[in-house]
């Protein structure tokens, strides 16, 4: 799987748009675009998934460049309950049921203030 | 529908001991992956098992086992417990069907040893 770079943390005001950024320069053709948070001493939550187009669910937005180099994921109206590690991973979308093995890096501290 | 469920949810051993960790996947998933999270390592794929068979593993000592039941269920065990082996367990479930290839991950296991 391909790696990532995403900063080790940000912050953002509530209320405003948390835009958290990941790099994947070396990301193959049949790779997607994952992202994962996760709440202090909570399991990992999925949040959204891309392969080339935009994507947007009832929990965030998916932006992906062109070049399919880097990614961001956009938090709307992000409250406090947003502050999470946020994590970008890159891996191939098996189908059948075959290898779901999850690389995680160190992911980014998003610290939404009052 | 029940989320993917992991008992104990905290567990003190001592060095040396044995322990058996399960986990209940959502119902109708069929893959089953572990994972250890751990301050300085960060979150680390330990195995997958699909339909009882393990299908992939993570560079962990073969003190690490698992397995997986007719029902999905799926139990870790770590044998001759070391004081490095304190961590957060989780346990992902995925559905295995073509597209849905998003894991749903549990509340974890904590474990000291002491």
Same mark, same amino acid.
């Given at each position: 799987?391909?790696?990532?770079?995403?900063?080790?943390?940000?912050?953002?005001?509530?209320?405003?748009?948390?835009?958290?950024?990941?790099?994947?320069?070396?990301?193959?053709?049949?790779?997607? +675009?994952?992202?994962?948070?996760?709440?202090?001493?909570?399991?990992?939550?999925?949040?959204?998934?891309?392969?080339?187009?935009?994507?947007?669910?009832?929990?965030?937005?998916?932006?992906?460049?062109?070049?399919?180099?880097?990614?961001?994921?956009?938090?709307?109206?992000?409250?406090?309950?947003?502050?999470?590690?946020?994590?970008?991973? +890159?891996?191939?979308?098996?189908?059948?049921?075959?290898?779901?093995?999850?690389?995680?890096?160190?992911?980014?501290?998003?610290?939404?203030?009052? | 529908?029940?989320?993917?469920?992991?008992?104990?949810?905290?567990?003190?051993?001592?060095?040396?001991?044995?322990?058996?960790?399960?986990?209940?996947?959502?119902?109708?998933?069929?893959?089953?992956?572990?994972?250890?999270?751990?301050?300085?390592?960060?979150?680390?794929?330990? *195995?997958?098992?699909?339909?009882?068979?393990?299908?992939?593993?993570?560079?962990?000592?073969?003190? *690490?086992?698992?397995?997986?039941?007719?029902?999905?269920?799926?139990?870790?065990?770590?044998?001759?417990?070391?004081?490095?082996?304190?961590?957060?367990?989780?346990?992902?479930?995925?559905?295995?069907?073509?597209?849905?290839?998003?894991?749903? *991950?549990?509340?974890?296991?904590?474990?000291?040893?002491?």
């Amino acid at each position: 799987d391909a790696k990532t770079t995403q900063p080790p943390s940000m912050d953002c005001a509530e209320g405003r748009a948390a835009n958290l950024p990941c790099n994947h320069s070396t990301i193959s053709g049949n790779e997607y +675009v994952y992202w994962y948070r996760q709440i202090h001493s909570q399991g990992p939550q999925y949040i959204i998934h891309g392969l080339k187009n935009n994507e947007t669910n009832e929990m965030a937005s998916l932006i992906i460049t062109e070049d399919r180099k880097s990614s961001t994921l956009i938090q709307p109206h992000a409250t406090l309950r947003d502050t999470a590690v946020y994590y970008c991973i +890159v891996r191939v979308a098996n189908s059948g049921g075959s290898n779901y093995k999850l690389t995680f890096g160190k992911g980014t501290l998003l610290t939404v203030n009052p | 529908k029940a989320g993917v469920t992991q008992t104990p949810r905290y567990l003190i051993k001592t060095r040396g001991q044995q322990v058996t960790l399960s986990c209940s996947p959502i119902s109708g998933h069929r893959s089953v992956s572990w994972y250890q999270q751990t301050p300085g390592q960060g979150l680390q794929f330990l *195995f997958e098992y699909f339909s009882e068979t393990q299908r992939n593993k993570g560079n962990f000592p073969g003190r *690490f086992s698992g397995r997986q039941f007719s029902n999905s269920r799926s139990e870790m065990n770590v044998s001759t417990l070391e004081l490095g082996d304190s961590a957060l367990y989780l346990c992902a479930s995925s559905s295995g069907r073509t597209g849905k290839t998003e894991a749903s *991950f549990g509340q974890g296991t904590r474990l000291t040893v002491v």
